[in-house]
């Protein structure tokens, strides 16, 4: 199969999902709370042209990439974090955790207004919880801290009390608006509608999967806040496209494609600044663990050392990316392991596939989603590195409902994986490699009674120094057995014109992204056009 004749050019470019998730964001969107009610935006909106946007708005609904680029414009979570990845006070004011790690009081910000014009309370946030912990799919997603709360208690009308089965470190990096956005206690149940939010934006209309516009929120809490009178965002699924409409002035603010290019996007013109962002977002292979071949863990060895993560970034990204042997930069603060992948062995890989049993060689198959042509690219120079050692890596173009079926019945032997860069240690290595999280978020299957008692340690220690001394050997262990192959991190190319005024550039050069448009699109809170 020549999968990259099959892909069509003028599909959307991959982004940074977590494959399983691929479906789930696809889920048809339900009516906003304000859609009897339009509102008209007053003068020309900053119009933002992105690969893709959300098909659902709903906060509680299905999680997806495209989603939380838009997350921070509509609402707000209780905590924000700064560039250090460290919590600063957003709808809370402040906090007190009490040392047995168990109570975390918070104490609300004042006078702050839901879209609808209902002031936030305890009750709020309360309810939010509550509705969100009622949900068992939400409480099983390893995004949310939702399963760990055991009660919330609300001894006056801006004091919420989480009172949590066990310690668990990173509760406060969990009530961002990434994973615990506030909405009004008399919200629909579903989790399925639009409710207002307390955000600097509202909404004023959306197509599904095509636009987005919001205006701004008179009532804001953060006054002189946003400084826009709306904002409309447009998916535009070839980046080249982007890059003209941003040129002609079409659109002010454009996200454009990491992939490689005979020429480098760059700013020809006056008009337009560009700046490459930090390495961001994770891309990786999962090995099923739970059946041959790779139950053996000589043949993931083999992978590894036949894998050149070098010539494959360049081949992919070229410019625009960087390998990596774990999940974290190494300028992403306190996380970032100094472990060292060994040069490319073939020699040494095909004895580790002798060892087991795998002489003559061996036929895998790895599915692609058919619009992901970043994913695509990669697979396509996967093959052929791996053909080197005897590794029949077969390609088979699917669609993403494929991919969650055979994830479903255990049908697949490894798969390519593009998700957001993580927060905190917890968010990656529990999630993915604990046991307790097989047959959900652990799709690898991998178990390790050794490891499972670092990553407990890891979720209820709270000592900075100490945590850090337990995810050294995490990660040792993970490169040492490589359950999943981290290959790759991104840089996103974002460009702008010269009207859009106060845009802070600095957002881009993070390496702490959690994603970025969520954080780039924070930078809309502040930035001004002008005329």
Known sequence: IDIEKSLPGSRSRAALVLLVLLLLSSCTPHPSWRADAPVTPRGRPLTAAFAALPTSLAPYGPHSWYKTQVMPLLYEGLITLDANQQPLPALAVNWEVSADGLV????????????????LAAADVRATFQQAMANQALAREGRTPFALIASIETPDSHTVRFVLKEPYAPFLTKLTVVSC?????????????????TGPFQLVSFQPGQSLTLE???????????????????????????????????????????LAQ???????????????????GLFSLVFNTRRQPFADANVRRAFALAVDKAALTQQVLGHYGGPVQQPFH????????????PAPDLGEARALLTR?????????????????????????????????????L??????AESVWQRMQQDAWDVLLRGEESPVDADDVYFVAFHTARVGSSNISGYHSADLDALLSAGRRTRALGERQQIYRQVVHTIHKDRPELYLFMARWPVAWRQRVQGY???????????????????????????D
């Open 330 to 341: 190494p300028d992403t603060g306190p996380w970032y392991v100094n472990v060292v992948d």
């Open 104 to 119: 975390y009081t918070i104490r609300l910000r004042q006078e702050v207004r839901f879209h609808h014009g209902k002031t």
């Open 394 to 399: 077969h390609l088979e173009l699917v669609a």
């Open 356 to 392: 087991a049993g795998y002489a003559a060689g061996l036929r895998v198959t790895l599915p692609v989603i058919v619009s992901a042509r970043l994913f695509s690219k990669t697979a396509v120079t996967l093959r052929e590195q791996l053909q080197r050692v005897g590794i029949d």
């Open 181 to 197: 956005p506030i909405v009004p206690h008399d919200s629909p149940s579903t989790w399925e509608a639009t409710p207002p939010g």
């Open 504 to 530: 802070d550039a600095n957002l881009l050069r993070c390496c702490l992204l959690q994603t970025l448009t969520h954080i780039a699109n924070q930078g809309f809170k502040t930035i001004s056009l002008s």
């Open 216 to 258: 701004k929120f008179a009532a804001y809490w953060d006054r002189g806040l946003p400084r826009l009178e709306s904002v409309t965002l447009r998916a535009v699924n070839n980046a080249q496209t982007r890059w003209h409409m941003l040129q002609s002035g079409e659109v002010d603010y454009a996200v454009l494609d990491p």
């Open 262 to 280: 005979s020429t480098p996007w760059a700013a020809d013109t006056r008009d337009v600044s560009l700046v490459t962002s930090a390495p961001t």
